[in-house]
Structure formats: structure tokens, C-alpha cells
């Protein structure tokens, strides 16, 4: 069955500092999708990326940056020299090939970010 | 202008009335989802429709009834709830159903029920 955990609950960061979120997921498909997103206190949620399983390549966007390893089922997310504006709780989720033929996106619980001046 | 938009934002409702979220979106997706997000729970999915057609319904209670008019506009109609069904309700939409297709979403129907 598929799963995403967020081990942590809540991170605490001073402006400019470096944090990364850990993200660890569990499927059976070798075809997957992984996906970050944002959810500021308005409570949309953001995309951030998508990543498939058989694109291992590291991203960076600015000062997000994703580092995907199969060999730990791992999707962390990191962000370089954090602003205030990067508060907010972000979820890693995971789609894989249900039978069902559609997808079912299955989120971690989250991790609150919290950035202060 | 975000993709997709939820109206009302707000929604205060008691237990015996009736009252509808309504959701838009405008990028020209052919699957539409309702998300529920409770305090203490994770997202979970609710509904999904593709092309108007109702392909998921995930053991949700009965109390709850989506319409999905057309591709654009997603209805979901709320009658008899009960205190614990307060929550945000996120509206979303990919191009289609299938895996991997990303999903974006609205800002959320926050919902409570006295």
C-alpha cells in the first residue's frame, strides 16, 4: 500500500538559514509520481514539483532544491537561506498505478515550517 | 488569479440546514476532486470526476452530494452534518485522472458546523 511519511512535525528556522524537510514514501509500483506542495495559513495548496520514478535528477528551483534517492524511497526537500514569507506547512505526496485507473494522491501529515525574522 | 476558485470561503452552517460549496476551475481540466482536510487527519480524498462523471466516491457519508455539472464547475451540497465534519474543503483539478497528472488546488471552503 502506498504511504508518506513526514517525520517532522514542525521546524523552527531563523531568516537566512538552510532547513530541509524529509520526506519517505513506501509504494510496490516501479511507475510513481512524487509531488511537494505549500500551504500557506490561507490554505490553498501550492504545487511546488512533480518528479516520476524514473527521473532521479536533483532540481533546483531557485532556493527550493529536491534531492530524490529510489535507493532510500526518499523526496527531501530543501530550502536555501529561508524567508519569512517561507512559513507555512508543506506536504509530500505520492501517486502511483491504482487499479482503479485513476489517481489517488496519498499525503504525508506534514511539516510546519516556521521562519522568523 | 489562482486556477482554481472556492467559493464561499467561509461557512458557518447548523446541523439541520442545507447549504452548497461551489468550486471553478479555469484551466481547461477534464478531472475535477474534492479533498477534505481535517485538524488532525490527513488530506483525504473524497470525490473525483472525470468529464462530468463521478469516478471515485471514497466511503464518503451520504450527507455529503457532489454534482458536477460540467467540466468547469464542481458542486458539493451539505445537508444534515454534524459537528465533526467541520473542516477545510479543497476543490482541485488535473488535465486528467490518470497518475501523474498534476493536481492543483483552490484555497479551501473552510467549513464549521455548530
Known amino acids: 500500500a502506498q504511504k508518506v511519511t513526514q517525520a517532522q512535525t514542525e521546524i523552527s528556522v531563523v531568516e537566512k538559514e538552510d532547513v530541509t524537510l524529509d520526506c519517505v514514501y513506501e509504494t510496490r509500483d516501479t511507475t510513481y509520481y512524487l509531488f511537494w506542495y505549500k500551504q500557506p495559513p490561507s490554505g490553498e495548496l501550492v504545487f511546488l514539483i512533480r518528479r516520476n520514478s524514473f527521473d532521479e535528477q536533483n532540481e533546483i528551483s531557485g532556493r527550493y532544491s529536491w534531492n530524490f534517492q529510489k535507493s532510500t524511497s526518499s523526496f527531501n526537500f530543501t530550502i536555501t537561506a529561508s524567508q519569512v514569507v517561507d512559513s507555512a506547512v508543506y506536504f509530500c505526496a505520492l501517486s502511483d498505478s491504482p487499479d482503479t485507473g485513476f489517481q489517488k494522491l496519498v499525503f504525508g501529515t506534514g511539516t510546519r515550517l516556521l521562519v522568523s525574522p | 488569479e489562482t486556477g482554481v476558485t472556492q467559493t464561499p470561503r467561509h461557512l458557518v452552517m447548523g446541523m439541520t440546514n442545507k447549504k452548497s460549496l461551489k468550486c471553478e476551475q479555469h484551466?481547461?481540466?477534464?478531472?475535477m476532486y474534492w479533498y477534505k482536510q481535517s485538524a488532525k487527519k490527513p488530506l483525504e480524498l473524497m470525490f473525483v470526476y472525470s468529464l462530468e462523471e463521478r469516478v471515485e466516491n471514497n466511503s464518503v457519508p451520504s450527507r455529503f452530494s457532489p454534482e458536477c455539472p460540467n467540466s468547469s464547475h464542481l458542486f458539493l451540497h451539505l445537508h444534515t452534518l454534524q459537528p465533526e465534519d467541520s473542516a477545510l474543503y479543497l476543490c482541485?483539478?488535473?488535465?486528467?485522472?490518470?497518475?501523474?497528472?498534476?493536481?492543483?488546488f483552490g484555497e479551501g471552503s473552510w467549513l464549521t458546523v455548530v
Open positions: 484551466l481547461g481540466h477534464n478531472a
Open positions: 482541485a483539478s488535473s488535465q486528467e485522472v490518470f497518475s501523474g497528472n498534476t493536481i492543483y
